[in-house]
């Protein structure tokens, strides 16, 4: 049985097609969501569709995967056996964990009730609204952009809050400088917030600077060595003291284990993560794997705990499904190896940066056009593809994001 | 003052580009819809921004519009002024309706609670989410669909309701076959229920044939001659006396004037609609217009009210902005004449219908091809209509539909 139908679960049963078992895949949505392109739907720039696709569509061609919608409620790891919501409680040989991670705020006060996390595609929906509210809400009323409803922190110096705060700033000095004429700049600021001295610690100094360069250029003011303390609906308080007046707070830093993973009784990792022995199962229940962001894996070449990305996930589900389908066969099994193909992520338009293993680097449109090839080949269909190349051609060429409306229901 | 942003206010709008007037346009959304469409977003074929397109968008080129998205709260027509939910109340000068009208019900039990209509976006969404929702709870629970759970009722045999049904077919026989391979097809039945003796009134004799015979080859039971007389959760229950197990009740028939035209203190035309002059006013208020389907307009040719077509209010909207550009320029106005380019309507995939009004028909993959470029012409931009060739496309092509996916937010 497979537990998530993210890029850890998705790519477990994948590896399963040709294996002589019953692959049961249990995921809350129907949907399979690429994550690394989230912040696009949170600034309208890819609709929905384009970054949910549709979990039960992937195994049309799949016979041995039953896909089911529904919530994991408890798994008794000793009877082998996962409650769920909705459906029968349902035993298992093998179990692959891929249920990801929840936000952690750290304890942040009201963070959890006014902050906006960006981890599932119901959060780049619910920002998105929540922006496009606030602006047209200024627009009725232009005093509320005096008390700061059109400015926004994101939190968080890593490739999430980096891209949200660059394509944010671009939605705002761009198509939103057509869309509302009166409101001035200075009233719609973009404030990207870092607890470390510097943001993207995990690249190269040139990288920074450049990345660095390109928000500030887009307008984004950033602000290092500063942790927020609380937060409340209209402003964000820092523990330096300084007290923002931001309605909008995305919160771009850190994850944890969810409540189901703690209450497996197991011991957590940092994070609460999972332990996983080098093959990704649990030590002591050796038929259990645990991928992607739930569990703490550890990178073979630098003994370091991997992060959670999209690429560790996918490629940890990969090898605990290939791993199970040589279980089966009686076939010898291997330690996981992450093959670290290198990091990138997008500031904005025409700037981007990509490190690779070896120490390369890129910068701006050479970077943004790997980006974009790396992304596109990653969308799990062909239509997806076609999907998300036509939306970015349509705002590269006519500088329109035409995904900026709330549809309320 | 324009209040409405779908095919009347911005036809108004639009032709009001070159005029020496200030425009402020009003809508409750932030989007334009294209209602057309609408059943394919609910069917999950197109993405929402390909039929609901930002407002404000459309005005970026024209400086003499003012876009405000507020709810009309009242409208005091001898002081000529308009109440908002958030805005300052505002006088106008020229004032043009075009709010559209809300779904009338005519007192079925039930309906205005259970029944899903298919007037805005949102209805769209939100019959694509309970249809998903009933499927996947089917696939949990298989009782359920025992109980009708995927049966479907779709009321009324004009345009809304056949492009409904045969769509919701398609989907029905289509991908959601690959998708839920365990449902029996009989415990998925989709009825077409019409009062009249007979479907699609409004076309000739060869055209309701065809409908009728492609409406049964995608599975479509139509039941003509019955009357729905209530509406719970999980049955339908016509006049008759038979009773339908469906968890889903599509309600495609009928127009009537919203709150606000009731509480304008007006005679009012059938169906609650505002009796406009020839030149769209109303006759106490000559300042004021009323166009698409808030009013009663009266065919020049045919001496017949105009039905509450997308085409009868962009052309009665257009015809109120030129209205008033010529007034305001001491030019000469005109009486508004509707031109009828025939009516159409797509049934399924190669399965279209187009009556012109010189009595000539299409029908088939000819009629399909003719539907298609007509609605893409109708297309508010370039990268909306790349977005349906896209979707129609993939779907065509791979018989998917990506849109088939439920966000909760």
Partial sequence: ??????????????????????????????????????????????????????????????????????????????????????????????????????????????????????????????????????WEAADRKPELADDGALNMVVVGGGPTGVETAGAMAELYRGVFRSDYPDVPPEQARILLVEASPEIFAMFKPEIRLYTEHALAERGVEVLTGEVVESVSPQRVTLKSGTVLSAHTLVWGAGLQGNELVRSLGLELERGNRLAVDEELRLAQHPEVYAVGDIAAITDAKTDQVLPQLGSVALQSGEHAGETIAHRVAGKETKPFKYHDKGTMATIGRGAAVVQMLGGKTMKGKAAQAAWGTVHLALLPTNQDRAKAVVDWAGAGLTHQRSGRIRVET
Avoid: C
Wanted: hydrophobic share 40%.
């Fill in 1 to 134: 049985m497979i537990l998530g139908g993210g890029f850890g679960g998705i790519g477990a049963a994948k590896k399963l097609s040709k294996s002589d078992v019953d692959v049961v895949l249990v995921d809350g949505h129907d949907y399979h969501t690429f994550q690394p392109l989230l912040y696009q739907v949170a600034t309208g720039l890819l609709d929905q569709p384009a970054v949910g696709h549709p979990i039960r569509d992937l195994f049309h061609k799949q016979d041995n995967v039953r896909v089911h919608q529904d919530r994991v409620t408890g798994i008794d790891l000793e009877a082998r056996e996962v409650r769920f919501a909705e459906l029968e409680p349902e035993r298992y040989d093998y179990l692959v964990l891929a249920l990801g991670a929840e936000v952690n705020y750290f304890g942040v006060e009201g963070a959890a009730e006014h902050a906006f996390p960006l981890y599932t595609l119901a959060d780049a929906v619910r920002l998105k609204d929540h922006v496009l509210e606030r």
